[in-house]
């Protein structure tokens, strides 16, 4: 059984530094995107980053300069930094994996975590 599991969230102040952290388990995604995606109250759910390898990552333009992926395939495990947060950041953070198609897209996703809480006060 496949299982992504998010963890890092909480509460920071505005221009304060978070890392998210999803473990994965039951299956390796060497050969697959992993996306990190966030969705505030009433939005859709809207990607930020997917990475493949350091040669093959995106980012929306929200969060260029300010966040970054990564990934160690020895512990299955993707990452999410976060610097310079703003109260607009603010949302519940999800990693997915096993894409086909748009890495852009969440329907591309098969697996999904169940998202941890991002809290950035002004």
């Known amino acids: 059984q496949v299982q992504l599991v998010e963890s890092g969230g909480g509460l920071v102040q505005s221009g304060a530094s978070l890392r998210l952290s999803c473990a994965a388990s039951g299956r390796t995604f060497s050969s697959d995107f992993m996306g990190w995606f966030r969705q505030a109250p009433g939005k859709e759910r809207e990607f930020i980053a997917s990475?493949?390898?350091?040669?093959?990552?995106y980012y929306t333009d929200s969060v260029k300069g300010r966040f970054t992926v990564s990934r160690d395939i020895a512990k299955n495990t993707m990452y999410l930094q976060m610097n310079s947060l703003k109260p607009e950041d603010t949302a519940v953070y999800y990693c997915a994996a096993g894409a086909s198609g748009s890495v852009y897209s969440p329907r591309a996703y098969k697996y999904w975590g169940q998202g941890t809480q991002v809290t950035i006060s002004s």
């Open positions: 990475t493949l390898n350091s040669a093959n990552t």
